[in-house]
């Protein structure tokens, strides 16, 4: 069963069409990934989850029934706008934001202390928030979102502003979360965490989504008609040729994507027989990256810059 349903949901601001009849639905313990560019409508579809927006017209479900304030006090959310009170000290905020969502005690205090310590923070406990460093109070924001232990998890570019280190603990506690059987949304332009996380993602390009459904499935489906390849020679011949549907230059790789899966042969004989040296010819290999490219349009230049630095 879906833990929650996304049902034709469209949101409007003013003349913008942030979110455009948008459906997907979000398995129960898995990751769920919402990927698209800036501005495709990820942190709108997540705000109107959580009911900070109200929708034009359509659903959320969670469980089979609309979501309600009962949802959102059972949910951890990190927001994109990262909200703190900048003059409370470290330990006092977490234990604050645990009881607005009931739960207080020594073993909750143990808790946050050891959460504190993963992330390297036990030394600043008795700081306040403003004397913290963005990405550290982007740290204690993300322990404050799970801290209570919530069975459901939205979270909103949960690895923007960390280092290395810390998005690579963030990934851990994320998939230790899964293991424990939570349900975990998260929103990125990421590809790359993406592509390794999430059981499940949906693409939103321009509020409408354009991929949707199991990791496995969509890169096995993408990945018939694809072949990668690196070369040395001319291949402007392939530009407009009937068996080809896409070429797209990533570098040290060219993606080409033939009209049906059983051309890829076709493919290879034609680089052949022209005389294309090649290095490497990889069919059925494509990243979530490449799809992306693929299905949004022109690669993003800041996206690809940032994936690089992970
Ligand atoms: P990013 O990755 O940059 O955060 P996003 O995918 O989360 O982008 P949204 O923030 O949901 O995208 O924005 C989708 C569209 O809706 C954009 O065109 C944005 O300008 C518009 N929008 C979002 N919030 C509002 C608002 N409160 N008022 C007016 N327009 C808005």
Same mark, same amino acid.
């Given at each position: 069963m879906s833990a929650l349903e996304v049902k034709n949901l469209t949101k409007t601001f003013d003349k913008i069409?942030?979110? !455009?009849n948008a459906s997907f639905e979000v398995p129960d313990g898995s990751i769920f990934g919402l990927i698209g560019r800036n501005g495709a409508g990820k942190t709108t579809t997540l705000r109107t989850i959580m009911g900070i927006y109200l929708q034009d017209s359509g659903e959320i479900l969670f469980r089979g029934k609309p979501v309600d304030d009962s949802f959102k006090s059972m949910v951890g959310y990190l927001p994109e706008e990262r909200g703190l009170y900048?003059?409370?000290k470290v330990l006092d905020t977490l234990l604050f934001f645990a009881e607005v969502k009931g739960k207080s005690g020594k073993k909750l205090e143990k808790e946050a202390l050891k959460y504190l310590k993963r992330f390297d923070l036990l030394d600043r406990?008795?700081?306040?928030?403003?004397?913290?460093?963005k990405g550290n109070q982007q740290k204690i924001q993300f322990i404050a979102t799970v801290l209570h232990d919530p069975d459901f998890l939205i979270l909103d570019e949960?690895?923007?502003?960390? !280092?290395p280190i810390n998005t690579n603990l963030l990934k851990t506690i994320i998939l230790e979360k899964k293991k424990e059987g939570k349900v975990i949304i998260f929103s990125t332009h990421l590809m790359d965490f993406a592509e390794k996380m999430c059981d499940h993602v949906a693409m939103i390009d321009n509020g409408k989504i354009i991929l949707n459904g199991s990791m496995q499935k969509i890169k096995h489906e993408y990945a018939q008609q694809n072949v990668s390849i690196n070369y040395e020679g001319d291949i402007s011949f392939l530009n407009g040729h009937p068996i080809v549907e896409k070429i797209e230059d990533f570098g040290n790789t060219t993606g080409i994507r033939v009209k049906n899966a059983n051309q890829t042969q076709e493919l290879l004989k034609l680089l052949v027989d022209r005389n294309v040296t090649l290095k490497k010819f990889d069919a059925n290999d494509i990243s979530l990256h490449e799809i992306f490219i693929q299905l949004?349009?022109?690669?993003?230049e800041e996206l690809t810059q940032e994936v690089s630095h992970v």
């Amino acid at each position: 069963m879906s833990a929650l349903e996304v049902k034709n949901l469209t949101k409007t601001f003013d003349k913008i069409v942030a979110v !455009d009849n948008a459906s997907f639905e979000v398995p129960d313990g898995s990751i769920f990934g919402l990927i698209g560019r800036n501005g495709a409508g990820k942190t709108t579809t997540l705000r109107t989850i959580m009911g900070i927006y109200l929708q034009d017209s359509g659903e959320i479900l969670f469980r089979g029934k609309p979501v309600d304030d009962s949802f959102k006090s059972m949910v951890g959310y990190l927001p994109e706008e990262r909200g703190l009170y900048k003059k409370m000290k470290v330990l006092d905020t977490l234990l604050f934001f645990a009881e607005v969502k009931g739960k207080s005690g020594k073993k909750l205090e143990k808790e946050a202390l050891k959460y504190l310590k993963r992330f390297d923070l036990l030394d600043r406990k008795l700081s306040k928030i403003e004397d913290l460093s963005k990405g550290n109070q982007q740290k204690i924001q993300f322990i404050a979102t799970v801290l209570h232990d919530p069975d459901f998890l939205i979270l909103d570019e949960p690895f923007s502003g960390l !280092d290395p280190i810390n998005t690579n603990l963030l990934k851990t506690i994320i998939l230790e979360k899964k293991k424990e059987g939570k349900v975990i949304i998260f929103s990125t332009h990421l590809m790359d965490f993406a592509e390794k996380m999430c059981d499940h993602v949906a693409m939103i390009d321009n509020g409408k989504i354009i991929l949707n459904g199991s990791m496995q499935k969509i890169k096995h489906e993408y990945a018939q008609q694809n072949v990668s390849i690196n070369y040395e020679g001319d291949i402007s011949f392939l530009n407009g040729h009937p068996i080809v549907e896409k070429i797209e230059d990533f570098g040290n790789t060219t993606g080409i994507r033939v009209k049906n899966a059983n051309q890829t042969q076709e493919l290879l004989k034609l680089l052949v027989d022209r005389n294309v040296t090649l290095k490497k010819f990889d069919a059925n290999d494509i990243s979530l990256h490449e799809i992306f490219i693929q299905l949004a349009g022109k690669p993003i230049e800041e996206l690809t810059q940032e994936v690089s630095h992970v």
